[in-house]
């Protein structure tokens, strides 16, 4: 089946601007993550979503910052009043994830490049 | 932050050589995963080893995990061109609600043809 996807696949914007990213997880995946990379750097977490609900955000720098998955399924994450450092490849995974134990395996999209100008 | 280290930074080998990629890591954790990256896009999946197990294979790829010094290995052999990537350990952390993965910093790979 279809894996994860991600749209746009990139997207410029100008500071001060907000943005919307879309992560459409693997069909039947009630684990949903959302993930930055830096330049150079490895994937570090944001926020995950087990079914509707924000499980945990506490990887979301600060509260400009927001995402939501109303239906369980597709997710967003929003960025109020964009800024230089919030450039990045923002990721997401979903997973079959759900209790404490199990075996983890996430599944990544190809990511949405954010460039804020 | 980020939970683990990989080493070396970068490697560039010879088609056929073999790559050693290693990974440390700080805190207990329920499995490690390697991932792979091209051109700095989505992640794939290679493989995961865990807690309880001290080496896995699979096609070309060997893992090894020592959980007593933290660490884990990952061994590319035969490496091709198509091999060239960067690669990432991830750890699953212990305990209950764990979740997240914690990625290191990763492995430059380049193989020459």
């Known amino acids: 089946g279809a894996g994860v996807s991600q749209t746009p696949s990139n997207k410029v914007t100008e500071k001060g601007k907000y943005v919307e990213l879309r992560c459409d997880p693997i069909?039947?995946?009630?684990?949903l993550y959302w993930y930055r990379q830096s330049l150079g750097q490895g994937p570090e977490f944001l926020i995950y979503f087990q079914g509707t609900g924000a499980a945990d955000d506490s990887g979301l720098p600060n509260d400009r910052f927001f995402a939501v998955r109303p239906e369980g399924s597709v997710s967003t994450l929003k960025i109020q009043r964009t800024e230089r450092g919030d450039s990045a490849v923002y990721l997401c995974?979903?997973?079959?994830?759900?209790?404490?134990?199990?075996?983890?395996?996430?599944?990544f999209g190809p990511g949405t490049r954010l460039t804020v100008l | 932050s980020q939970q683990g280290e990989e080493d070396p930074q970068a490697l560039s080998i010879q088609e056929g050589e073999n790559a050693t990629m290693n990974c440390s890591y700080k805190t207990s954790i329920n499995n490690l995963q390697w991932y792979r990256q091209n051109s700095g896009r989505g992640l794939v999946h290679l493989i995961l080893i865990r807690s309880n197990e001290r080496e896995k294979h699979s096609g070309r790829l060997r893992v090894t995990l020592d959980t007593s010094k933290k660490s884990s290995s990952l061994l590319i052999t035969a490496s091709r061109a198509a091999d060239t990537a960067s690669y990432f350990c991830?750890?699953?952390?212990?305990?209950?609600?764990?979740?997240?993965?914690?990625f290191g910093k990763g492995t430059k790979l380049s193989v020459i043809p």
């Open positions: 069909s039947g995946h009630t684990a």
């Open positions: 995974a979903s997973s079959l994830y759900t209790l404490a134990g199990d075996v983890n395996e996430q599944f």
């Open positions: 991830a750890t699953d952390a212990s305990g209950a609600g764990s979740y997240q993965l914690t």
